[in-house]
């Protein structure tokens, strides 16, 4: 069981640069989803926000379903949506005008504790708003397109004056910049969310609104209780979890920078440099790092990308994260499948233009992970190579990866399906499931013959093999030079 030959066509250029496609009312059908497949598609993300636990059953189920028909499998991430402040339910949509003033109120607001009984007063579902903010403090609503000033507040409520225009609707998303609030890392939603997902059978989860390192350390207590082997990806998305970054990279299994809150978050125009900070941590540590949210947002309703986006898309390839994700523009856009084969373009013009230097920030402690690094380094002088690895916790799959060898696949063979599919994030892995032999020599015969019959490698190419030997009754680590017959 193995992914066919799309993303190893040298003809076009070996892509190293996964791509993550979020579902929803324009992909969720078997035919969409075979067409996401077909066109590169890495990752399925499920975003909880606007998910019931029937969907997340049927999807998933429909994932699996189209591939195995078609003979390529993908991994499946859930997205919880976390913690957050929202404002309640208005009757109407409230307008108003730069200087206007109206309330936030909690609800433990008793009746008749109102700031003012004549002003325009909105609930919101966050009790300790008003003791974590300060007068004077900037309030954003609706992904910041309403900037407000706290001019006033008592226990139960705040009162703002506003600093643009705009219209207020519904269960509008508020962000307070710089202020650190006291909420959970998981609500009762999210564990429900959850549960849910780990009986459909998710490969990752990520986590919102990570502030600290304890965060992942909660979701891994939820998953150990659920008896899941997810892999937790740490969605970094305010001030605190920027200042927490090296924690939280240490603590998680992947990293997302979610662009969305984080630009509102923090000064817009520091975003970049968040960005290339949280990939070099990820570098660093060796986790695989996710750039997320507006990547090609005009192709919700354009059939093609703005300039603007390519050069981002091209940015994040440059940097070398292990993979880009499509929110919107695979929900609800027009063009789903156009923007995966935007994505793809984008990484088969680009990659070749990338310094093809190891990544030596990589601090690797143990001797079989130097052993990688020159692993990396033989293949890469032998041209036309891979390098084959045996794994069953996907631990020397993920660290190769982290070594960053550009035109070298790394071909991944494991016997355990969880491992197989949470190998398709990293960074220029493909992961074969295979059945082990006892016999070392069988397994890497199984595994160069599997390579060959799928027109990954041809006879006459060199592959360097990592994998265990038997000498004197001890065994070894062994890094070996095969030649496919």
Request: hydrophobic share 45%.
């Amino acid at each position: 069981m193995s992914r066919p030959r799309q993303r190893g066509d040298t003809s076009q250029g070996y892509l190293h640069t996964k791509v993550i496609a979020t579902l929803g009312p324009a992909t969720e059908s078997k035919e969409q989803l075979t067409r996401l497949i077909h066109a590169g598609v890495d990752v399925m993300r499920l975003n909880m926000a606007h998910a019931s636990h029937k969907w997340v059953a049927d999807v998933i189920w429909h994932i699996r379903e189209v591939s195995t028909a078609i003979g390529r499998h993908v991994a499946i991430m859930m997205d919880v949506k976390g913690p957050e402040i929202r404002t309640g339910e208005l009757e109407t949509p409230f307008e108003f005008q730069m200087g206007d003033t109206f309330e936030f109120y909690t609800k433990r607001d008793p009746v008749g504790n109102e700031g003012d009984g004549a002003m325009t007063r909105i609930e919101v579902n966050y009790h300790e708003l008003p003791a974590d903010v300060e007068i004077g403090a900037i309030v954003l609503v609706d992904s910041g397109l309403i900037r407000l000033r706290v001019i006033e507040k008592d226990k139960t409520w705040i009162r703002c004056v506003a600093l643009t225009p705009g219209v207020l609707g519904s269960r509008r998303h508020i962000n307070l910049p710089g202020i650190r609030v006291n909420l959970p890392a998981l609500t009762e939603k999210d564990r429900n969310d959850l549960a849910a997902g780990v009986a459909a059978g998710l490969d990752f989860v990520a986590l919102s609104f990570v502030r600290q390192a304890s965060d992942i350390a909660q979701l891994r207590k939820e998953l150990k209780q659920l008896n899941c082997k997810a892999m937790i990806i740490a969605k970094i998305e305010d001030q605190a979890g920027v200042q927490n970054m090296r924690a939280i990279v240490d603590a998680a299994d992947a990293i997302m920078v979610a662009r969305g809150d984080l630009g509102i978050e923090i000064d817009y125009h520091k975003l970049p440099l968040v960005q290339t900070d949280l990939v070099k941590e990820c570098r660093r540590a060796g986790k695989p790092v996710i750039i997320a949210t507006h990547l090609l947002e005009s192709m919700i309703d354009s059939p093609m990308p703005t300039r603007a986006e390519i050069s981002d898309v091209s940015n994040a390839v440059r940097e070398q994260v292990d993979a880009v994700m499509l929110s919107g523009e695979t929900t609800t856009g027009k063009y789903p499948i156009e923007s995966v084969e935007v994505m793809q373009n984008i990484i088969r013009s680009i990659e070749p233009s990338v310094n093809g230097q190891l990544n030596f920030e990589l601090d690797l402690k143990e001797p079989k992970t130097k052993m990688l690094r020159s692993a990396a380094v033989l293949a890469q002088d032998l041209e036309q190579s891979g390098i084959v690895v045996f794994t069953r916790s996907g631990f020397l799959g993920y660290r190769l990866a982290a070594l960053r060898a550009f035109g070298v696949p790394i071909f991944a063979f494991t016997d355990v399906e969880t491992i197989f599919r949470q190998l398709m994030l990293p960074w220029g892995v493909e992961p074969f499931l295979m059945d082990f032999s006892d016999d070392p020599d069988v397994t890497i015969a199984n595994a160069l013959s599997c390579l060959k019959t799928q027109g990954w490698t041809s006879p006459g190419n060199w592959l360097v093999v990592i994998t265990n030997a038997l000498a004197h009754g001890k065994v070894i680590d062994t890094l070996q030079l095969r030649q496919v017959e």
